[in-house]
């Protein structure tokens, strides 16, 4: 059962336009969402995150929306640079859960 | 700052033959850990993880094992390789606390042939 899911495995955005990844859970209990980039053979990163106390957060050029009625989260990159070009996974978890559910990933390629 | 290595970064390793994987964490002190694997064009699965040392979590059950002697080590074993074993593994902490962030390790390439 994915209780996270990523349905669009790839997305190609060009240079200077706004990304939009999207991610949607299936479990009520998630309370804490988060937003991790990989590049090719390297761990992943830790890019932003939010609490189901919000709606939005933003961080530079990244903004994270939650859409708690919906279960829906996406993550906006603007403006996007080639440097973001990578793979975007989103992940939930929930108070007294030490674990993290991941989606299956978007691959972003910034078209210069 | 906290600091995760995992080694090797690479490992090309016959079937039948075992395997031992090593992660550490600087710069923090009773870190939850966990090891996942990303086949090839799939997500992160998690694969064990650990709150405190001697404790250790199955999610699946596998070829694998996972031990954690020291705090802030942890180690991923096999005793005999299958194909099936091949994946990139990725090792990382988490505080356990206020903070669901994890933050993983540069990963291990593993081939078996």
């Known amino acids: 059962d994915q209780q996270v899911k990523q349905n669009s495995p790839s997305l190609s955005v060009q240079e200077g336009r706004i990304s939009i990844l999207n991610c949607d859970y299936t479990?009520?209990?998630?309370?804490?969402f988060l937003w991790y980039k990989k590049y090719p053979a390297e761990g992943p990163t830790f890019l932003i995150s939010?609490?189901?106390?919000?709606d939005k957060n933003e961080d530079g050029r990244f903004t994270v929306f939650l859409n708690k009625s919906a279960k829906h989260l996406s993550l906006h990159i603007v403006p996007s640079q080639p440097g973001d070009s990578a793979v975007y996974f989103c992940a939930a978890s929930h108070f007294g859960n030490e674990k993290l559910t991941f989606g299956t990933g978007t691959r972003l390629t910034i078209i210069p | 700052s906290q600091t995760i290595h995992q080694w090797p970064a690479t490992l090309v390793q016959p079937v039948g033959s075992p395997l031992s994987l090593e992660c550490t964490v600087e710069g923090t002190s009773n870190p939850n850990l966990y090891w996942y694997r990303q086949a090839a064009g799939r997500g992160l699965q998690l694969l064990f993880y650990s709150v405190g040392i001697g404790q250790i979590s199955s999610e699946v059950p596998q070829n694998l094992s996972a031990s954690r002697p020291q705090d802030r080590q942890f180690i991923l074993s096999s005793k005999k390789l299958l194909l099936s074993d091949s994946g990139f593994y990725l090792c990382?902490?988490?505080?356990?606390?206020?903070?669901?962030?994890?933050?993983f390790g540069p990963g291990t390439r593993l081939t078996v042939t």
């Open positions: 479990n009520s209990m998630f309370d804490y």
């Open positions: 939010i609490s189901s106390i919000k």
């Open positions: 990382a902490w988490g505080s356990g606390t206020a903070t669901y962030e994890q933050y």
